[in-house]
DNA sequence: GCCAACGTTGGC
DNA sequence: GCCAACGTTGGC
């Protein structure tokens, strides 16, 4: 199986990687995907060894702060089956679920944020789903190539 | 906090 | 199956 590259969306105020960072073993449930194409790519293409760069959005600066690393593979996401957990879906049981979730463990921060503006000003990163109009997933597949930019940008 | 651009829902 | 209404995302 060829390695897969990715970027995850989390709002830091949510989620940041400084909160990654704490977690027992670094690693953590992503929780929380409700959107059928991220959840595809979780069920389905994430697989353990994927890199993944850590995206926060909604944040001051808005950017790729690190980078993590696929420990298991798509299982469900027992978040939905919770009535207590803000992501709680009703239609979604353990017998069959709707949402899918992957384990991830830190593997790096950057020395600096790689902000918004930068990734839509190298050329090399224009087609990125990321910088593309109106795109909206918290999830989505990106190249090695832009993967190895960022992360050179980043050091 | 605003709002454009989406995805989802539900009436028909 | 269409599409208006609604909720959410996420940059600014």
């Not at 760069?53 to 919770?82: Q, W």
């Not at 921060?109 to 910088?131: Q, T, Y």
Request: proline share 4%.
């Amino acid at each position: 199986m060829k390695k897969k590259y990715w970027l995850v969306k989390s709002e830091p105020e949510a989620f940041s990687i400084d909160d990654l960072m704490k977690c027992n073993n670094q690693t953590t449930f992503w929780d929380g995907v409700r959107n059928y194409q991220a959840r595809n790519y979780l069920r389905d293409e994430c697989k353990i060894g994927d890199s993944l760069l850590f995206y926060h959005s909604n944040s001051e600066p808005t950017g790729v702060v690190g980078i993590c690393e696929v420990v298991k593979n798509g299982y469900p996401d027992f978040t939905a089956f919770d009535s207590d957990s803000k992501h709680f879906d009703e239609k979604s049981v353990p017998e069959n679920p709707t949402w899918f979730m992957v384990d991830i463990k830190f593997k790096k921060k950057f020395a600096r944020i790689v902000i918004l503006d930068e990734i839509k000003s190298n050329v090399k990163l224009k087609n990125m789903k990321l910088v593309q109009r109106g795109n909206r997933l918290s999830v989505m597949p990106i190249e090695k190539e832009e993967f190895d930019e960022i992360v050179k940008m980043g050091n």
